[in-house]
């Protein structure tokens, strides 16, 4: 048997499934390394060096957080943490924004650029920008040999260990952990959370045996496949969540849209019904988180609304019962997921959405680790936006278009069998041809090779 420095068995190799799932299935050993570097004696969090010393710390009042990409999501995961926990207003930008417009940064902000390479030319000018403002500035990276880590005041690592997939899943799900303890942190630093800090510690130390058994759940990867099956003649959908699970939407529409080509939408569930309502009806299912019951209670005129236009509605939920099952007996399908603490649930959700990425680009015939969607290094960000856009069509590499077929066409399913068949989780099409190459798509150069070319702490 071989490991990796992970402590995964068999870890992937040319000719072997693609690193995209393989690196979804990594997720809770990356989360456990991750958090374990933080984690101390008697719940101490071991964040403590510049720029989060307790003396800098006093001074900030403000967070200004910045990423590209799916870093960019785990960002907003942190705005809602770090507001909540250390009641520091919190600003959280795509870093090509950066620079763009009069911003509030200067010598009281600690400016957090997230980054699983840690090279990404607009994360990196965005953090240059705030040190220049006079910011305290902090990476949270993967790469902990990469042009970020230099910049900084401070590195937070990601453990995630290398990263194949062009597409984020276990870096994801890492900075999404490693923006919470920093929430805590800096609630620690302003003595809140005194009395529930045993339990918020204790709470995100689950979070590894959440995923885990999440992915191991034996109901979740049939539905999901599923539900491939049953998107795969679309052409569009959305996914509609609230509050803390926002991030997670954007998220699952992103990796939709890149792995699986389908054009997904991440939306406010409470702005649907404000103009984007027009769109549902029967060729676009609509996905919805709900967790609570509260969430249950503020989704249900709007399923109501959804149905009545005949649109299909695939429900992420949990198990367990829940006082209100009208909105799941309204779903088409639900993809059900272990009960967690509602602080865990953001990270567990996104789940499922990975999931269905791989399955339905596979589904697709699509090459799920090099979806061709990212523009190289060096023609994003660093202002040129100008030099991008002369440069874009020769740089993005042709995939042969994907085989869609219209809602209702011959061989296309309209409506998901309940009980159905579930297909090997192997079927479909093995797109691992290209699995040897790390980073893929003829990248070369320490800034060029965006992702996994050894820069990422391996484990003993
Ligand atoms: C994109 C990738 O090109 O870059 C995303 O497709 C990634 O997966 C984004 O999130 C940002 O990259 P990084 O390395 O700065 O996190």
């Known amino acids: ?15 072997d499934r693609p690193y995209f799932i393989k690196e979804i299935n990594e997720q809770p050993n990356a989360l456990a390394y991750t958090l374990a570097q933080f984690m ?4 101490q969090l071991k964040m403590n060096r510049p720029p989060l010393d307790d003396q800098t710390l006093k001074s900030i009042q403000k967070t200004y957080i910045t990423a590209c990409g799916t870093s960019y999501h785990a960002a907003m995961t942190a705005r809602y943490l770090i507001e909540e926990f250390a009641q520091i207003p919190t600003v959280v930008e795509p870093a090509s924004e950066c620079g763009r417009h009069h911003s509030l940064v200067d010598e009281t ?3 957090v650029a997230v980054s699983q390479s840690g090279r990404s030319p607009d994360t990196l000018a965005a953090l240059d920008l705030a040190r220049r403002r006079g910011a305290h500035t902090l990476a949270v990276v993967n790469e902990a040999d990469s042009p970020l880590t230099e910049a900084a005041m401070g590195t937070l690592l990601t453990l995630a260990g290398k990263v194949h997939s062009k597409a984020s899943t276990k ?4 900075q999404s952990l490693v923006l919470a303890l920093l929430g805590l942190r800096l609630a620690q630093s302003r003595n809140l959370l005194r009395k529930e800090w045993r339990q918020e510690i204790e709470s995100f130390s689950r979070v590894p045996e959440m995923i ?9 990867e049939p539905k999901v496949i599923e539900v491939a099956k049953f998107l795969n003649p679309y052409f569009q959908t959305f996914i509609l969540a609230r509050g803390h699970l926002l991030p997670m939407a954007l998220e699952g529409a992103l990796k939709l849209k890149e792995v699986a080509k389908i054009h997904a939408e991440g939306y406010p569930a409470g702005e649907f019904g404000h103009g984007p309502l027009a769109m549902a009806g029967p060729d676009t299912p609509i996905i919805m988180f709900s967790f609570s019951d509260e969430e249950e209670a503020n989704s249900l005129s709007l399923a109501f609304e959804l149905k009545a236009r005949n649109a299909p509605l695939i429900l992420i939920t949990e198990d367990g019962p829940k006082k ?6 309204m779903a088409d399908t639900c993809l059900p997921l272990p009960q967690v603490p509602s602080r865990l649930r953001p990270m567990v959700a996104v789940i499922p959405l990975q999931l269905l990425a791989f399955h339905l680009g596979q589904a697709r015939g699509l090459d799920v680790d090099h979806p061709g969607g990212t523009l190289q290094p060096e023609i994003r960000g660093l202002g040129s936006e100008d030099t991008a856009k002369s440069q874009i069509g020769p740089q993005i590499k042709s995939q042969p278009a994907p085989q869609i077929l219209a809602p209702g066409a011959p061989g296309s399913p309209v409506s998901v069998q309940a ?25 070369a150069g320490a800034r060029s090779g965006k992702k996994g070319n050894g820069g990422a702490p391996d484990h003993p």
């Open 212 to 220: 885990r058994e999440a992915l191991m759940k034996k109901d979740l």
């Open 419 to 443: 009980g159905s068949q579930s297909g090997p989780l192997d079927s479909g099409p093995d797109q691992a041809g290209n699995g040897g190459q790390a980073g893929g798509q003829g990248k």
């Open 109 to 111: 902000t600690l400016a």
């Open 171 to 174: 870096a994801f799900t890492s």
């Open 40 to 43: 101390g004696q008697n719940f």
């Open 1 to 15: 048997m071989v490991m990796d420095g992970l402590g995964n068995m068999n870890p992937p190799k040319n000719g």
């Open 324 to 329: 209100d099952q009208a909105l799941a007996s």
